[in-house]
C-alpha cells in the first residue's frame, strides 16, 4: 500500500515521502536507535502554485509521485528548493521534473564541487539532463510559494556541507534539512509521523546519537556559537512546526521549545562528555 501524504496544515502543508529501514544502510542514522527511518519531502501549497522541498531518495519515487498527484495536478505551477545538494534529498527529483509542471528550481549559496560527492555537480546533471537551470539563493532571501506567500531562506553553521533551512511564516514550520532529527519510527507505517507531545522523558543518550553520528564534528568545536545561533533563530521566528528531512515533525509551540531546549542542551554538554568517553554517540 502507498504511504499517503501526511497533512500538517488544512490546503497549506503536507509531508510526503517515505520510510527506509534502519539496517545499517544509511550513514545519517545511528544503528539500533529504530527499526525504520522517515525520509521527508515537504510540500507547500498556495492558490496554484506550490514548493516541493527536497524531492527524496529515488527509492521512493513512485510514492512520492502518487502523493503528488492526490494534492496537486499538472497545471499547478511547482517549485522545487533542495536544502543541500546531498543523494537523499534530490535522486527523486528526474521524475518530478519529467511528471509535473516544474517551473523553477532552487538551492541556496553558490555551486560546491563538494555536493553530491559525485565528479559532476547536481547543477550541471539538471541542466543537461532536463534542460533547467538551478537558481541560487543567498541567506536572507525569499522564495515565493504562491501569490501573498513567501518562505524565508535561512544559513545555518549546524550542518556538514552546505545546507540551508526554510521557514515558512504562514504555517510557523522551520524546515531544518537533517537536523531536529531526534524519532524515527518502529514501523514502516508513517501514521505517527508527527510528534504532538513531548515525551515523558528524553531518552538524552539516543537523542545525543541521532544528533550527532552525521555532524560528529560538533563534538570537537565551541558550542557557545552554535548554541547563540540557535537561540537567535528560537528568538527571532515564531516556530509553531519543526520539519526535518529525516525523522518525526514535531508539531506544537510547547512541544517545539522542549526539543529546542534538548538541542541546546546535547550541544553544550556533549562535547565534554563525549571527551570523557560518557557519550556513546556511534554506539
Given at each position: 500500500m502507498t504511504s499517503q501524504p501526511v497533512e500538517l496544515v488544512p490546503d497549506a502543508l503536507y509531508a510526503v515521502g517515505d520510510t527506509a529501514p534502519n539496517d545499517g544502510r544509511l550513514s545519517w542514522a545511528s544503528p539500533g536507535t529504530s527499526a525504520f527511518e522517515p525520509v521527508n519531502s515537504f510540500l507547500l501549497v498556495e492558490d496554484g502554485h506550490a514548493l516541493l522541498i527536497d524531492p527524496g531518495v529515488a527509492a521512493h519515487e513512485s510514492t512520492l509521485l502518487a502523493q503528488l498527484g492526490e494534492i496537486i495536478g499538472p497545471e499547478t505551477k511547482l517549485s522545487v528548493f533542495c536544502t543541500r545538494f546531498e543523494g537523499d534529498c534530490v535522486t527523486a527529483l528526474g521524475p518530478v521534473i519529467r511528471d509535473f509542471n516544474v517551473v523553477s528550481i532552487f538551492g541556496g549559496g553558490v555551486s560546491n564541487p563538494f555536493d553530491f560527492f559525485e565528479d559532476v555537480s547536481p547543477q550541471e546533471q539538471i541542466r543537461t539532463d532536463h534542460h533547467i537551470e538551478i537558481l541560487r539563493k543567498k541567506a536572507g532571501d525569499t522564495i515565493e510559494v504562491g501569490p501573498g506567500r513567501s518562505v524565508d531562506?535561512?544559513?545555518?553553521?549546524?550542518?556538514?556541507?552546505?545546507?540551508?533551512?526554510?521557514?515558512?511564516?504562514?504555517?510557523?514550520?522551520?524546515?531544518?534539512s537533517d537536523f531536529f532529527a531526534y524519532e524515527a519510527l518502529e514501523h514502516a507505517d508513517r501514521s505517527d509521523l508527527v510528534r504532538h507531545t513531548t515525551p515523558d522523558t528524553f531518552d538524552r543518550s539516543a537523542a545525543a546519537r541521532r544528533l550527532f553520528t552525521k555532524i560528529d564534528w560538533l563534538l570537537l568545536a565551541d558550542p557557545a556559537p552554535f548554541v547563540e545561533e540557535l537561540d537567535r533563530l528560537f528568538d527571532t521566528y515564531d516556530i509553531s512546526a519543526i520539519a526535518p528531512g529525516h525523522g518525526r515533525i514535531i508539531v506544537g509551540r510547547e512541544t517545539v521549545r522542549s526539543y529546542y531546549e534538548l538541542t541546546r542542551e546535547l550541544l553544550l554538554t556533549c562535547g565534554r562528555a563525549h571527551s570523557t568517553g560518557e557519550v556513546p554517540v556511534h554506539g
Open positions: 531562506l535561512l544559513s545555518t553553521s549546524l550542518r556538514v556541507l552546505t545546507t540551508f533551512w526554510l521557514y515558512d511564516e504562514r504555517t510557523g514550520t522551520l524546515f531544518t
